[in-house]
């Protein structure tokens, strides 16, 4: 018999039995998952740009055939003594880059070089370790949100597959009697790019996990259409254009034509199609790959414009912020990408234009997710 209320009674006094609150199946029991999942997110993420940064310095200083064999589980330990330094210089001796440019080094300076390729691969055991330990430590804790399973082993299996792509592109340097000093560019192109493909989910899925379930599904009605198809060409423009740089960056184009805005005074560079076969100019001549990467490059800011007045005609103040930053970084990319020109590709110079890179790609897919998930604002917040 249900029990009789006072006719007095405050509407905001509670009743003796109040029906529980509804939750979404993520958001229930799992808030504390979420924001670990999420730190250790960005933990991985600050190691896959200092994985992308250190191997750009990797290439730019020519390390990245000092190790010549492909060791995942002992290769984690250096030389511990002399007689082991020496055996592995014995082995980079018997490579095309040692006797065709290297022939000059002493013990100390393949040190040098053998240090930047050592860590590089580090870093990548590291990441490894720290996405395994995370992943079962969440999963036998139960505490990985519905559906989230597969996107966070996907992190682990893509992480996998780079550590293959990695050998496979220094296994195309390390050769003997085929007169061959580098690792071939379209190799180098691809471990670039499946990086900035790792580095683009973790992005998304820690933006998804800065936000409760529910708001998401709520922001989702809002999604505002036209900016997020433009952001999401724009991410592909950016992504090939990352390619390009890779390109440039593995047959040292960037110091071939160190004059802007013209290639060796005139606008199409000369012998842009003097090997053969045609298609090998594409990924191997010097003057056209830079030429490729520098029209690419203009058609991104024309494109980059176009996408900031869309996103400049959001209804919401975030988006619209959010978008003007990528227009910014767009332009700020271009200037250091004429400055690396105009100044040879000097190291420090050229890594921070590639390090732009990792920060637009970032901001690119943070405009993108707003433009998805727009961030309302209540009347009381103004």
Do not use: C
């Not at 808030?31 to 191997?55: C, D, N, S, T, Y």
């Amino acid at each position: 018999m249900s029990q009789k209320r006072n006719i007095f009674e405050e509407v905001g006094e509670s009743s003796p039995k109040e029906a529980p609150k509804a939750v979404g199946v993520i958001d229930s029991g799992t808030k504390g998952a979420r924001r670990g999942i999420r730190a250790w997110l960005m933990v991985l993420f600050a190691l896959v740009v200092v994985m992308i940064v250190v191997g750009g310095l990797t290439r730019l200083t020519e390390s990245g055939l000092s190790i010549t064999e492909w060791r995942p589980v002992t290769g984690a330990m250096p030389p511990m003594s002399e007689a082991a330094w020496q055996s592995e210089f014995e082995k980079y001796k018997e490579i095309d880059q040692w006797r065709l440019d290297n022939q000059w080094m002493t013990l100390a300076d393949f040190k040098a070089i053998y240090w930047w390729e050592w860590g590089h691969r580090q870093i990548g055991r590291v990441i490894g370790l720290i996405w395994a330990l995370g992943f079962a430590g969440f999963a036998v804790a139960r505490k990985i949100p519905t559906g989230w399973t597969g996107r966070l082993f996907l992190i682990g299996a893509l992480g996998g597959l780079q550590g293959a792509v990695g050998w496979w592109m220094v296994a195309s340097g390390v050769t003997s009697g085929e007169d061959v000093t580098t690792v071939a560019s379209y190799r180098l192109a691809t471990h670039l790019g499946l990086a900035f493909i790792i580095l683009g989910f973790i992005t998304w899925y820690i933006l998804l996990l800065g936000r409760e379930e529910r708001d998401l599904m709520q922001a989702r009605r809002g999604k505002e259409a036209k900016p997020f198809s433009m952001a999401t060409g724009l991410m592909h423009m950016a992504f090939i254009q990352i390619l390009l740089g890779a390109l440039v960056a593995g047959i040292d184009a960037g110091r071939s034509f160190v004059d802007w805005p013209l290639m060796a005074g005139q606008f199409f560079p000369p012998d842009a199609f003097s090997k053969a076969p045609l298609w090998v100019n594409f990924f191997e001549n010097a003057g056209l790959v830079q030429f490729m990467h520098r029209m690419w490059g203009y058609l991104l800011v024309i494109f980059a414009v176009v996408v900031w007045r869309a996103g400049r005609a959001s209804a919401h103040g975030a988006t619209q912020f959010a978008f003007n930053a990528v227009l910014a970084a767009v332009v700020l990319q271009v200037v250091l990408g004429i400055v690396t020109v105009l100044y040879v590709a000097q190291v420090h110079i050229a890594i921070t234009h590639q390090g732009m890179a990792i920060l637009l790609w970032t901001l690119i897919l943070r405009a993108r997710f707003l433009a998805h998930y727009p961030l309302t604002r209540s009347i009381r917040e103004g």
